[in-house]
């Protein structure tokens, strides 16, 4: 499978623990993008990378948000500290053109 | 900021019926997405719109692209129970930057 994968699918967690995602782009795809969607809303861009740079990270949602792409291949997104609004879909894109969406991370704060 | 609107929010269609989603925006943007999401899945790429009067067509779907008005529109031709899903609309303020989605269109087909 050559499109955009990510891990883990479902991820429930208590609050106040750290979670972390990964994502692996289109491996020709030099620009990666991370968006949260809850429910009966359209997805929410969180922050992106061209290769290892971040371009955008003012629309994390708190400091408690980190991204890296720490070899402009795969990335990882942490949330640390997690709270019960944290729970949603959080989705990876990754475009050398047009954007290719992965199946997207689960996340259930309990 | 761009902004990206979509109408209706919600459409109940009966099958073989034709209808047309619409998607305003409030900048300049060089290309429109649609993607069709289904519940609980991750989105998939319908269509990218390039350039001013582009249509694209797959099957009972076409959309087209008015960049002069900022619409898009998305037709659904002779609707079968396949097609419920969720349909968003998408632009980038340029290039590859970002992309906006609108609310979605929640698409059901009946019987």
């Known amino acids: 499978d050559t499109g955009v994968s990510q891990n883990p699918r479902h991820k429930i967690t208590k609050r106040g623990q750290n979670v972390t995602f990964r994502c692996d782009p289109i491996?020709?795809?030099?620009?990666l993008y991370w968006y949260r969607q809850t429910l009966g809303q359209g997805p929410e861009f969180l922050t992106y990378?061209?290769?290892?740079?971040?371009?955008?990270k003012s629309r994390l949602l708190s400091d408690r948000f980190s991204a890296e792409r720490p070899k402009g291949s795969f990335s990882t997104l942490e949330i640390q500290r997690t709270e019960q609004g944290d729970s949603a879909m959080y989705l990876c894109?990754?475009?050398?053109?047009?954007?290719?969406f992965g199946q997207g991370t689960r996340l259930t704060v309990v | 900021e761009l902004k990206v609107e979509q109408n209706p929010l919600f459409l109940s269609m009966q099958e073989g019926k034709n209808y047309t989603i619409y998607c305003n925006y409030s900048?300049?943007?060089?290309?429109l997405y649609w993607y069709r999401q289904d519940p609980g899945k991750s989105l998939e790429s319908l269509f990218v719109?390039?350039?001013?009067?582009a249509v694209k067509q797959e099957g009972r779907l076409m959309a087209s692209l008015d960049t002069k008005a900022r619409l898009s529109t998305l037709h659904i031709t002779a609707a079968v129970h396949d097609l419920s899903a969720t349909y968003f609309c998408?632009?980038?303020?340029?290039?590859?930057?970002?992309?906006?989605f609108g609310k979605g269109t929640r698409l059901s087909v009946i019987a």
């Open positions: 894109a990754s475009s050398g053109g047009i954007a290719f």
């Open positions: 491996s020709e795809h030099n620009r």
């Open positions: 990378f061209q290769n290892e740079a971040q371009l955008e």
């Open positions: 900048t300049t943007s060089d290309r």
């Open positions: 719109l390039l350039s001013n009067g």
């Open positions: 998408a632009a980038p303020n340029s290039g590859n930057t970002p992309l906006v």
